[in-house]
């Protein structure tokens, strides 16, 4: 059976490096999900995300593609993350991707227990000390909507929600991300036998 392995974790968990690195070194396809957010400087349409339009999320909604979707009341207005039915082919091999614990339940509403939930944990201060640094470097800075989503953080993935969706296996990302890589992949490999 072909399985999704589903990255998730508080904001600068290092998620993405993960994903990245994981998608580099092994034989999966990537699950890109959509947004209405701008695209960030170094972002790539189809790569990190699909950025869309709220008129384009209300056609594919209306149109039954829209499996999960996240609204966000953002300092910057709404913002909409949304997986649609054409981002997972696990027809055609093992799927990777990146999302949040609500979008994680929805995806294994569907799919079942061909999905597993790769947990990445983060020590707060390591985190917002991440979070800042990335931030700095954006040509227009939000700080606000940084402190806005590392709060939303410790209740979208709090302990009472990580074990009500059954997430009981986590990688801890506090310092070496290759450490914290291989420990992946190697629970992977583990579920693919």
């Given amino acids: 059976m072909n399985r999704i392995f589903y990255i998730m974790g508080k904001s600068s968990s290092g998620k993405n490096t993960i994903y990245e690195k994981i998608l580099s070194e092994e034989a999966l396809l990537p699950i890109v999900l959509y947004t209405t957010r701008p695209m960030r400087e170094n972002e790539v349409d189809g790569r990190e995300y699909h950025f869309v339009d709220?008129?384009?999320?209300?056609k594919m909604?209306?149109?039954?593609k829209v499996i999960e979707e996240r609204i966000y009341d953002t300092v910057h207005g709404e913002w909409i993350y949304f997986t649609s039915r054409d981002s997972i082919s696990l027809d055609r091999g093992d799927c990777i991707?990146?999302?949040t614990l609500e979008s994680f339940m929805k995806i294994r509403e569907l799919y079942g227990e061909?999905?597993?939930p790769i947990y990445i944990e983060v020590e707060d201060g390591i985190r917002l000390t991440r979070a800042i640094e990335r931030e700095k470097l954006q040509t227009a800075p939000k700080y606000a909507e940084l402190c806005r989503r590392f709060l939303a953080d410790c209740e979208d993935f709090?302990?009472?929600k990580l074990a009500a969706a059954?997430?009981?296996?986590r990688f801890s990302n506090n310092e070496s991300i290759e450490d914290c890589v291989n420990e992946i992949k190697s629970e992977m490999k583990a579920w693919k036998n």
């Fill in 54 to 58: 709220r008129c384009c999320f209300d």
């Fill in 61 to 64: 909604k209306e149109a039954g």
């Fill in 97 to 99: 991707g990146i999302g």
């Fill in 114 to 116: 061909a999905v597993v």
């Fill in 158 to 160: 709090s302990e009472e």
């Fill in 166 to 169: 059954g997430i009981e296996m």
